[in-house]
């Protein structure tokens, strides 16, 4: 079992442009989370998705910021006209059903906004 | 805030002594589940307690939860070197919801 994987490791863009981040969850789950990490800070929630439909969007911010769980191909986590304040790295996690089970995590997405 | 604290904030030991950390929360929980993070890499599950249960064990990890007190403590006995890490504690609310906190920055000398 190959684990999360997310893509790309590491994301430079500049102030304006998008950032598309993406995560193929573990095989066998359908649960997907997207958190956020600032430099010195714990993890945030932001996100949770299942297949095709999102759960729970109340940690994710009402503008430039969106999600999407397909039903083939990964989850995306897009963020338009990105902000120095986005940088961060976004960690995405995947589990078999809701936040009962263990969430297996991804090596996540430093996005650094020049 | 539903997030409470972790404590302490860093931890500093010698390679074979033992490290504790603590994490408290604010409301009723479904479960608790500790993870650990090297430096610039993703996290690692190390262990989930539920709510109804008041100790857990994992080769060197000895995870509690004090329900009455809303607190749960991390101990890694005789500590090495490559123990050294963030270890966060991730409170799970429902179904939908786990915070984090801040989490402990461990070094363990040589």
């Known amino acids: 079992n190959a684990g999360v994987m997310q893509n790309p490791r590491h994301l430079v863009r500049r102030r304006g442009q998008e950032a598309r981040l993406r995560c193929s969850p573990m095989?066998?789950?359908?649960?997907v989370y997207w958190y956020r990490q600032l430099p010195e800070e714990g993890l945030k929630f932001m996100v949770y998705?299942?297949?095709?439909?999102?759960?729970?969007e109340s940690g994710m911010p009402k503008e430039r910021f969106s999600a999407e769980f397909p039903k083939e191909g990964p989850s995306i986590l897009r963020i338009q006209q990105v902000v120095r304040g986005d940088s961060a790295a976004y960690f995405c996690?995947?589990?078999?059903?809701?936040?009962?089970?263990?969430?297996?995590f991804g090596p996540g997405t430093r996005l650094t906004v020049t | 805030s539903q997030q409470g604290e972790e404590d302490p904030q860093a931890l500093s030991i010698q390679e074979g002594e033992n490290a504790t950390m603590n994490c408290s929360y604010k409301?009723?929980?479904?479960?608790l589940q500790w993870y650990r993070q090297n430096s610039g890499r993703g996290l690692v599950h190390l262990i989930l307690?539920?709510?109804?249960?008041r100790e857990k064990h994992s080769g060197r990890l000895r995870v509690t939860l004090d329900t009455s007190k809303k607190s749960s403590s991390l101990l890694i006995t005789a500590s090495r070197a490559a123990d050294t890490a963030s270890y966060f504690c991730?409170?799970?609310?429902?179904?939908?919801?786990?915070?984090f906190g801040a989490g402990t920055r461990l070094t363990v000398k040589p």
């Open positions: 991730a409170r799970s609310y429902n179904n939908n919801d786990m915070r």
């Open positions: 409301t009723s929980i479904n479960n």
């Open positions: 307690i539920r709510s109804n249960e």
């Open positions: 996690a995947s589990s078999t059903s809701g936040g009962l089970d263990e969430q297996y």
């Open positions: 095989k066998g789950h359908s649960h």
């Open positions: 998705l299942q297949k095709e439909n999102i759960i729970d």
